[in-house]
């Protein structure tokens, strides 16, 4: 089969790669028909290099039918059509009953210390191979993959891997007062997503902050209050235009939707990666004002978020000792909740919105649609957010 292989730094190839088979009674084998790139797959693009091996197969994002199923998957029939999940979970341990099978003590990476295995993500999380291919082996595949009807279009369902109960839980753990207020940093898939459920449940008025014009004026465009952080020269002047608004208090809530690649005004010795990584048209003279900070976002959500409230970190984080204002957490009173998205905890109370009526604009969320065969073009364009790329879909 053909799948997307990481072979090193920004350097992504589409190769032949043995078939899957079912190894385990509890496997399923899936041919996938659309498969997401996500900003979470840019941090092994670049960063998370380290714990990648050339040859591993990415992606966690697929939507397909199934091809063959193990001996102890009652309820999954060939031909039936199937969204996967990004985390593998038994459904079965106290971790998966209680809600949290990102942290499934079935499949637990004890040897890296880390929680349930995902899909094409590092060996850190199993160095499972990944959704980016013609097949997929999905393991506990007794719990897993998601039954979706035929025929509405890929788009309507792909989404439940992963962006959809990411963004959902993001809200549910921002604790969104009916009515109150919400600022989302970051308008990615992730963040842009968090906006569109956070006004269906009920968020009085949401705040979305980024630097890229096309996400900005999409989020725009379905009432989201937006702002520029390249109309700022730092993030105090962004945090007051926001309080602004909010009777000098700040939002109920802010979901962090940014993660480790933040572009933030501090760290001025990154400032050069930072200028490589940024889409051209904005690489000059912003590049002096804004460089990569790995917690920018993250310090801009503990100022900007009112005294009691709470964050909601969705974006992904990696450090083992990074400074944080504690004084400041301490003295705010501040809630923090984080952590991978557990998809089936929020897939059945996801299901009905996805609908002809489309309350969450799914059918036409991606903006991309391109051959498998193309995703080295796609990583690229995705990563320096180029050709308004904001969700790249691929087909196998
Ligand atoms: N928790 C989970 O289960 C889960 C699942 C999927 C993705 N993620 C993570 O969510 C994050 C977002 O994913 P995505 O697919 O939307 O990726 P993305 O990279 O497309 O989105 C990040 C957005 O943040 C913007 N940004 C950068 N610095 C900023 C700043 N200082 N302030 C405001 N905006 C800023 C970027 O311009 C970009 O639009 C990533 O870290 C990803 O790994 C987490
Ligand atoms: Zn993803
Ligand atoms: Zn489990």
């Given at each position: 089969m053909k799948a997307v292989t990481w072979q090193g730094k920004r350097d992504v190839r589409v190769e032949d790669m043995p078939d899957p088979k079912?190894?385990?009674?509890?496997d399923a084998v899936i041919r996938i028909t659309s498969t997401g790139l996500c900003g979470s797959d840019l941090h092994l693009y670049e960063v998370l290099t380290a714990f990648m091996t050339p040859g591993d197969i990415l992606g966690h994002e697929a939507i397909g039918t199934v091809e063959e199923v193990g001996?102890?998957?009652?309820?999954l029939a060939v031909g039936d059509r199937v969204v996967v999940p990004f985390q593998i979970a038994c459904g079965d341990c106290w971790m998966c009953l209680t809600g949290l099978p990102t942290q499934c003590e079935t499949t637990q990476v004890t040897s890296e210390g880390m929680g349930a295995a995902l899909f094409g993500y590092t060996r850190l999380y199993g160095a499972v191979p990944g959704a980016q291919a013609e097949y997929l082996r999905v393991p506990q595949a007794q719990y897993g993959p998601i039954k979706v009807p035929q025929g509405p279009p890929d788009d309507r369902f792909v989404y439940l891997s992963d962006v959809l109960p990411t963004a959902w839980q993001a809200v549910a753990y921002a604790d969104v007062p009916q009515g109150g207020s919400v600022a989302v940093l970051g308008l990615g898939p992730i963040g842009d997503m968090a906006c569109r459920v956070a006004q269906v449940r009920g968020a009085g008025r949401v705040f979305g902050v980024d630097l890229v014009g096309e996400r900005l004026r999409r989020a725009r465009s379905r009432g989201v209050e937006t702002y520029d952080?390249?109309?700022?020269?730092?993030e105090k002047e962004l945090i007051a235009a926001i309080r602004d608004e909010t009777e000098g208090r700040g939002p109920d809530a802010v979901i962090d939707a940014v993660g480790t690649e933040a572009h933030g005004s501090a760290a001025a010795r990154l400032a050069q990666q930072a200028s490589a990584l940024l889409p051209r048209k904005i690489g000059g003279p912003f590049a002096e004002r804004f460089s990569v900070d790995r917690l920018a976002a993250l310090h801009t959500a503990i100022e900007l978020v009112r005294r009691g409230g709470t964050l909601s970190l969705v974006g992904v984080y990696g450090g083992m000792a990074d400074p944080l204002p504690m004084l400041t957490m301490f003295d705010k009173q501040i809630q923090i909740r984080m952590g991978q998205a557990n998809v089936r905890r929020w897939s059945d109370e996801i299901?009905?919105?996805?609908?002809?009526?489309?309350p969450l604009g799914?059918?036409?969320?991606?903006t991309h649609r391109l051959p498998l065969s193309e995703a080295p073009h796609a990583y690229e364009m995705f990563q320096r957010k180029r050709?308004?790329?904001v969700k790249v879909l691929m087909t196998p």
């Amino acid at each position: 089969m053909k799948a997307v292989t990481w072979q090193g730094k920004r350097d992504v190839r589409v190769e032949d790669m043995p078939d899957p088979k079912i190894q385990e009674p509890t496997d399923a084998v899936i041919r996938i028909t659309s498969t997401g790139l996500c900003g979470s797959d840019l941090h092994l693009y670049e960063v998370l290099t380290a714990f990648m091996t050339p040859g591993d197969i990415l992606g966690h994002e697929a939507i397909g039918t199934v091809e063959e199923v193990g001996a102890g998957v009652p309820d999954l029939a060939v031909g039936d059509r199937v969204v996967v999940p990004f985390q593998i979970a038994c459904g079965d341990c106290w971790m998966c009953l209680t809600g949290l099978p990102t942290q499934c003590e079935t499949t637990q990476v004890t040897s890296e210390g880390m929680g349930a295995a995902l899909f094409g993500y590092t060996r850190l999380y199993g160095a499972v191979p990944g959704a980016q291919a013609e097949y997929l082996r999905v393991p506990q595949a007794q719990y897993g993959p998601i039954k979706v009807p035929q025929g509405p279009p890929d788009d309507r369902f792909v989404y439940l891997s992963d962006v959809l109960p990411t963004a959902w839980q993001a809200v549910a753990y921002a604790d969104v007062p009916q009515g109150g207020s919400v600022a989302v940093l970051g308008l990615g898939p992730i963040g842009d997503m968090a906006c569109r459920v956070a006004q269906v449940r009920g968020a009085g008025r949401v705040f979305g902050v980024d630097l890229v014009g096309e996400r900005l004026r999409r989020a725009r465009s379905r009432g989201v209050e937006t702002y520029d952080l390249r109309s700022y020269d730092n993030e105090k002047e962004l945090i007051a235009a926001i309080r602004d608004e909010t009777e000098g208090r700040g939002p109920d809530a802010v979901i962090d939707a940014v993660g480790t690649e933040a572009h933030g005004s501090a760290a001025a010795r990154l400032a050069q990666q930072a200028s490589a990584l940024l889409p051209r048209k904005i690489g000059g003279p912003f590049a002096e004002r804004f460089s990569v900070d790995r917690l920018a976002a993250l310090h801009t959500a503990i100022e900007l978020v009112r005294r009691g409230g709470t964050l909601s970190l969705v974006g992904v984080y990696g450090g083992m000792a990074d400074p944080l204002p504690m004084l400041t957490m301490f003295d705010k009173q501040i809630q923090i909740r984080m952590g991978q998205a557990n998809v089936r905890r929020w897939s059945d109370e996801i299901l009905p919105y996805l609908t002809d009526e489309d309350p969450l604009g799914v059918d036409d969320f991606a903006t991309h649609r391109l051959p498998l065969s193309e995703a080295p073009h796609a990583y690229e364009m995705f990563q320096r957010k180029r050709e308004g790329a904001v969700k790249v879909l691929m087909t196998p």
